[in-house]
């Protein structure tokens, strides 16, 4: 299976494309005061929404897309530690944008989703290199399985634990006592949601990502394996789930079962679909997010300012009287999403490919 997988490419592609329609959905909803669909919101804290699904979907690729890259010359030390520290700086500009105006009103944060990237990506691709799938099969599961305990440590302040309470755990206290004012979530329930102990699973997650995708190297033919995994995680998430809350929040292990089974499910599928043929002309509207995944992410980060501004309002208010306004609310934020659509299939028109 030379070249590059379509089927990874198209649900990346898919994964930018709802990351951008749910931080879209929230930003007119937090900024421009918009009613929003509750799928297109993250759960306040236990529970699972698309908002919820996308971002451990795009780590579970990061993994898969390690093993595809290490055919031929498997990238060294210092060139994964080189990318891993460039998705990590350019994370803390974008997540400091505001301090750097004003480092007086703002606090700095440490973490954000392309440090969470950075790290996940270099802890895998570090472990691939260096031990078998078995090891890394018994390091995910060990991770998961030591992470439950954990969280539900005593808090050394005194706070009484509740995994099902939002900030009572001990994963959440340890983003206070190590962040201080700099955690996300502010308060005496405070912590940040991409912080430092829930680091811990999504590494997991990316371990099992990359798993997925040395079998895929492997038993390209054998798809039903993978959609027989991911549906068991899928199962076996919300299963463990009742007793250890599926929460995005704090990255808990049935979270990282249950988004990890749907993903494997939604790969496996497009595996069938589209690898070894020809794909259509709609699928090419997802490979050019899915191609540069990180240009998209970042172009949209800068520029959701332009869905505050008044002519992106219009279609709102115009709309809004005869559709209500959760369906109206999505206009704005469906054009924003072609705006950025558009500088991507402009890059693959021109064959670049923007890597962090």
Aim: proline share 5%; net charge positive; aromatic share 12%.
């Amino acid at each position: 299976m030379a070249g590059r997988l379509i089927s990874l490419d198209v649900l990346r592609g898919l994964t930018v494309i709802g990351m951008i329609l749910v931080n879209s959905a929230a930003y007119v909803h937090y900024v421009n005061g918009f009613p929003a669909y509750p799928a297109l919101m993250h759960s306040e804290w236990a529970g699972l929404t698309l908002a919820d699904w996308v971002f451990p979907a795009f780590l579970f690729m990061v993994g898969v897309s390690i093993p595809m890259a290490a055919q031929g010359r498997p990238p060294s030390v210092g060139k994964i530690l080189a990318r891993s520290g460039r998705l990590i700086l350019i994370g803390l500009v974008l997540t400091n944008l505001y301090w750097l105006a004003d480092m007086e009103a703002y606090s700095f944060r440490p973490f954000g989703v392309l440090q969470r990237i950075g790290l996940v990506y270099a802890a895998v691709a570090l472990l691939f290199m260096a031990s078998g799938w078995r090891t890394r099969a018994v390091v995910a599961a060990a991770v998961l399985i030591l992470y439950w305990p954990l969280c539900l440590i005593p808090s050394p302040d005194g706070t009484a634990t509740d995994i099902w309470a939002r900030g009572y755990d001990f994963v959440a206290w340890f983003d206070r006592a190590v962040l201080g004012r700099h955690a996300y979530v502010k308060g005496p329930a405070g912590y940040d949601p991409e912080g430092v102990l829930s680091t811990l699973p999504a590494i997991a997650q990316g371990l099992i990502g990359c798993l997925a995708g040395e079998w895929l190297l492997k038993r390209p033919q054998r798809t039903g394996g993978l959609a027989l995994a991911g549906a068991a995680m899928t199962v076996l998430g919300l299963a463990w789930g009742l007793v250890f809350p599926v929460v995005k929040d704090i990255w808990t292990s049935s979270y990282v079962l249950l988004t990890s089974g749907l993903t494997l499910l939604a790969l496996a599928a497009l595996h069938v679909r589209l690898d070894g043929r020809k794909i259509g002309r709609g699928w090419s509207i997802a490979t050019a997010f899915g191609v540069n995944a990180i240009a998209a992410y970042v172009l949209h980060y800068l520029a959701s300012v332009m869905l505050a501004a008044d002519v992106m309002k219009l279609p709102y208010a115009w709309t809004a009287p005869m559709i209500g306004g959760a369906a109206a609310a999505l206009i704005p934020v469906l054009i924003f999403v072609v705006l950025n659509w558009a500088a991507m299939a402009w890059l693959q028109r021109k064959g670049w490919v923007i890597k962090a």
